[in-house]
């Protein structure tokens, strides 16, 4: 389909079928169910070279329901054993995600880490992740774990991060009606300003182009040079759920910069292929083009 090295900078893949359509949840607009397979078919058939898979496992969903199943009068209180445990599931998906990448030269790993886990476990995870299982990078989604990305347990994270050369891809924008505390969006692009500013050296993606508070993402693009963006579920080739025009979608990401965008497509929630026949039909240059589906993620993400 294209003439480009194209970069997906943000698919998510499950183990089954049955996994990835609960992790849909009926919002999915493309048909798919999140399979490896799956995946690699659709690049194929589309011309894209790579897919970047931004795994997370929801670790304060599963928390939440382990211990909703204790008797009321258990629980109060903190439940480390139920941590421990939910923090294995998280190393099992992410050694899983790293597998994947190493076995199928298309995909690329991103494993994800939780607040829940504590600051010293996330921070030795990320670097057994990055030194002995090939990962790229660390996703972060702050929506579905409901804490802020200035949180400071994550703080040894990013420094980790930072130390190692990782780029971090979080959620950006609104998530859904849960995604509030005290009416501010968890993922409202200025809650990043504090990691941009404390960590000048780290490459922090934030997903979604901002996801609905475009003025303030342009905001930091402004003033920080260590922020990135991709555009994935909002260039989706779904036309009912197109958020902005042709021009708009061409003046916003100019506005980002365009050496710091790329192109992302969402899946399984959106098809890469469709997500890529929409951007192609955009009013860029053919050099813009070129930097956007490709060229900006090899030099941002290390691919």
């Not at 607040?115 to 702050?142: D, Q, S, W, Y």
């Not at 504090?194 to 996801?211: C, D, N, R, T, W």
Request: aromatic residues 8%; contains cysteine.
């Amino acid at each position: 389909m294209a003439d480009y090295f194209v970069v997906d900078a943000h698919a998510h893949t499950y183990k089954t079928a049955e996994v990835g359509i609960q992790a849909l949840g009926g919002a999915g607009q493309a048909g798919c169910n999140g399979t490896p397979e799956e995946l690699i078919e659709i690049l194929r058939e589309a011309g894209i070279a790579k897919a970047v898979q931004v795994n997370m496992t929801p670790m304060r969903e599963m928390y939440k329901a382990a211990v909703d199943k204790l008797s009321e009068s258990d629980r109060g209180g903190e439940h480390p054993e139920i941590i421990r445990a939910m923090s294995e599931r998280v190393k099992r998906r992410n050694r899983w995600t790293c597998e994947l990448a190493k076995e199928h030269a298309e995909l690329v790993a991103f494993p994800s880490v939780d607040p829940l886990m504590g600051p010293e476990e996330m921070a030795a995870e990320v670097e057994a992740c990055a030194k002995g299982l090939g990962a790229k990078g660390i996703k972060l989604h702050p929506a579905e774990g409901h804490y802020f990305p200035r949180d400071e347990r994550l703080w040894p994270v990013y420094a980790k991060a930072q130390e190692l050369g990782l780029p971090i891809i979080s959620h950006g924008g609104v998530f859904m009606m849960t995604d509030y505390e005290g009416g501010a969006s968890y993922t409202k692009p200025e809650n990043f300003e504090p990691v941009l500013e404390s960590f000048p050296k780290l490459k922090l993606v934030i997903a979604h182009l901002g996801h609905g508070y475009w003025e303030d993402s342009i905001s930091l693009a402004k003033k920080y040079p260590n922020v990135y963006f991709d555009t994935s579920a909002i260039i989706c080739g779904v036309e009912h759920l197109e958020q902005l025009s042709e021009a708009e979608t061409v003046e916003l990401i100019r506005k980002l910069r365009v050496d710091h965008v790329m192109f992302g497509s969402d899946y399984p929630w959106f098809s890469p292929a469709a997500s890529l026949k929409r951007f192609l039909q955009l009013p860029f240059t053919p050099s813009e083009k070129e930097k956007i589906l490709g060229g900006n993620a090899k030099r941002i993400l290390g691919i």
